[in-house]
T-cell receptor, first 114, second 112 residues
Framework: DADVTQTPRNRITKTGKRIMLECSQTKGHDRMYWYRQDPGLGLQLIYYSFDVKDINKGEISDGYSVSRQAQAKFSLSLESAIPNQTALYFC?????????????FGPGTRLTVL | SQKIEQNSEALNIQEGKTATLTCNYTNYSPAYLQWYRQDPGRGPVFLLLIRENEKEKRKERLKVTFDTTLKQSLFHITASQPADSATYLCARLTDSWGKLQFGAGTQVVVTP
């Protein structure tokens, strides 16, 4: 089984709908991240969490919210989806213990907002 | 603003040749740089890390260099194979908490 899983893998929705993307990990890592990727742009950090009680905004958090339900689960919500939120979304985990912060990515969720 | 830039043009290379990718950054030099591979429809996968006090790092057919004077890292794939075709991302550490800033990636296409 994959260490970092994301659901759904693909989602098409309409403007104004609320959407939740879910991420689960079995790596036992404390740190979790949500990124979006657009063609020609680097991965942009939306939110990150260094433990269950810690949530931080990234560089593009407007229009998004997150919930860290447990060490293994980190959800991203779009409260009212808009077309420019159409992108590929990745969840990642890392664990600083023992060395630099290598990140492990999930397979991604392709979101289309019509 | 702080930038990390990679060549946006795809690199087309013949099997067996060496592919060289460039990653340039502005402002501060990070404690380390990382390189990731991303296949279509998949998440990035970590390949190599090079620290600021290391000139060169190797892993099998991969080699990374880090020049803090030029503010540049080079990523080499030697004896390239069609299976090496993918997009390669560089990333730098942005703070002591371990956050990374990613480049947009360079696509490599290796033809037989």
């Amino acid at each position: 089984d994959a260490d970092v899983t994301q659901t759904p893998r693909n989602r098409i929705t309409k403007t104004g709908k609320r959407i939740m993307l879910e991420c689960s990990q079995t790596k036992g890592h404390d740190r979790m991240y949500w990124y979006r990727q657009d063609p020609g742009l680097g991965l942009q950090l939306i939110y990150y969490s260094f433990d269950v009680k810690d949530i931080n905004k990234g560089e593009i958090s407007d229009g998004y919210s997150v919930s860290r339900q447990a060490q293994a689960k980190f959800s991203l919500s779009l409260e009212s989806a808009i077309p420019n939120q159409t992108a590929l979304y990745f969840c990642a985990t890392s664990d600083l213990a023992g060395g630099p912060d290598t990140q492990y990515f999930g397979p991604g969720t392709r979101l289309t907002v019509l | 603003s702080q930038k990390i830039e990679q060549n946006s043009e795809a690199l087309n290379i013949q099997e067996g040749k060496t592919a060289t990718l460039t990653c340039n950054y502005t402002n501060y030099s990070p404690a380390y740089l990382q390189w990731y591979r991303q296949d279509p429809g998949r998440g990035p996968v970590f390949l190599l890390l090079i620290r600021e006090n290391e000139k060169e790092k190797r892993k099998e057919r991969l080699k990374v260099t880090f020049d803090t004077t030029l503010k540049q890292s080079l990523f080499h794939i030697t004896a390239s194979q069609p299976a090496d075709s993918a997009t390669y991302l560089c990333a730098r550490l942005t703070d002591s908490w371990g956050k990374l800033q990613f480049g947009a990636g360079t696509q490599v296409v290796v033809t037989p």
